[in-house]
Structures are given as structure tokens and as C-alpha cells.
């Protein structure tokens, strides 16, 4: 459940709370897509604001999961932990998906996914799908959400592809590719083999779907967590 250093923006909640919830998603899942957003829009408000109803009590993780049937999968997963990497490593910051960048171009990433679906990406190379997703990362940080970034004077499209540009010669990849492996890694330990898959405090939790409601997500954590605060 714990990340490295260089990854704590894969993470939104307190570091220290009780739960953790992990997400495995591949950015060309359409139901990983649809898990995302409706934790977004329905998770997201139990856990966190001061009147939430279970505030500080859950750690949420994203675990990117590339699937090798998506072909254009691993470039998509280069530029969202691109973006990770780039995240101020401020522990504040990260723990509100409000600030938390890594979260909120996830959230973007999933919603333009289509553009890279097969039928369409087939034609392309992958340095053009990698300026396209470089492209759209200097929208979504396109003014406030620079802020949430070290880019050292650059655009936002030219400190993303910094990690994911690949040499001219030679089989090491991009930059990237060490956070890559990392999150490959963590899920075959744990035995991922579709998306999404969520866990519970280490533990695959099959019960959780992409098509929670507040409703359902409500009764999940309250059966998980103090009563008093459901």
C-alpha cells in the first residue's frame, strides 16, 4: 500500500489514515473510466471536506494498470505518471484531489481517452500520441493549475515530454519508465489481471463497482469505518 517517495501524488487523503482504498485502472479502460469519475463525483465528497461524513478516514490510491490489448495504453500511462513526477511535493497539496494534479489530469485523461482508442490511434506513431497527450496536459494546467507543478520556467507540454521523449537509439524507453515498472510491479504482485480492480486495505474487494452511487459508496464505507461518523 505505501509508495515511493517520487510517487506520492498517486495518492489523495491523509497518509495516516486507518483505510486505504486502491484503484487499479488502465486509462483505455472504459470502466476504469467510469470508476473514476463516479468516485469523483460521488466518493470523493464523503471523504473529503471538513463536513464530510468520513473525513480523514480513508487514503485513496491509483494504481495505473497499462493492459497490453490497448496498444496505445503505455503512452497514456507515461504522461499521467509524467505528471505525478512533476507534482510541488507538497503533503497538503496532494492529500486534497482538489490541488492534487496527478488526480485531476487523471480525471481529464479518462474523459478525452476515446481519442486514443484503437480505431483511432492505429494510424498514428507513438511520438504523435505522446504530443497529443503532452498537448493535453498544457490545457488542463492551461492557467491556475500550473501552480500544482514544478516546471521551472517551461510549458507545461515541453516538462511532460521531457519524461516521455525516447532516445533516437538504443531500447531504454523514456524517462518515465522506472515509475513505469514500479506500478507493472505492484500489480502483478497483487494479482491484478482486469480493470478496474479495487482493494480494500490490501485485500481485493470485489463488492465495489464502476457504477457506485453516492448511495452505495456511503454504505460501503459506513460498514467500514466509525459508525458515529455515518
Keep these: 500500500m505505501a509508495l515511493p517517495p ?22 483505455l479502460c472504459p470502466f476504469s473510466a467510469k470508476m473514476l469519475a463516479n468516485f469523483d463525483a460521488f466518493g470523493v465528497p464523503l471523504l473529503f471536506g471538513q463536513h464530510a461524513a468520513f473525513h480523514g478516514d480513508v487514503r485513496v490510491v491509483v494504481r495505473p494498470v497499462p493492459q497490453p490489448w490497448h496498444a496505445s495504453s503505455v503512452l497514456l ?34 474523459k478525452a481517452s476515446p481519442e486514443w482508442y484503437e480505431a483511432r490511434a492505429r494510424a498514428k506513431t507513438a511520438d504523435q500520441v505522446r504530443d497529443e497527450l503532452a498537448q493535453l496536459c498544457g490545457q488542463v494546467f492551461a492557467s491556475s493549475g500550473k501552480d500544482m507543478l514544478q516546471l521551472n520556467g517551461q510549458p507545461v507540454e515541453q516538462a511532460v515530454r521531457h519524461w516521455t521523449r525516447v532516445s533516437d537509439e538504443g531500447n531504454d524507453g523514456s524517462m518515465i519508465v522506472p515509475e513505469m515498472k514500479y506500478c507493472v510491479k505492484i500489480g502483478r504482485q497483487n494479482g491484478i489481471h482486469v480493470t478496474p480492480t479495487a482493494l480494500w486495505n490490501g485485500v481485493v474487494e470485489p463488492s465495489i463497482s464502476s457504477s457506485f452511487t453516492e448511495q452505495e459508496w456511503r454504505a460501503f464505507f459506513s460498514e467500514r469505518t466509525p459508525k458515529s461518523k455515518a
Excluded at 517520487?6 to 485502472?25: D, F, H, K, M
Excluded at 499521467?80 to 481529464?108: G, H, K, M, T, Y
Design 6 to 27: 517520487a510517487l506520492q501524488a498517486l495518492s489523495i487523503g491523509p497518509r495516516t489514515a486507518a483505510n486505504v482504498l486502491e484503484l487499479y485502472v488502465d486509462y
Design 77 to 110: 500511462h507515461e504522461t499521467a505518471l509524467s505528471v505525478a513526477r512533476l507534482c510541488v511535493p507538497d503533503e497538503q497539496r496532494l492529500a486534497d484531489p482538489v490541488s492534487n494534479a496527478f488526480w485531476i489530469f487523471s480525471q481529464a485523461l479518462m
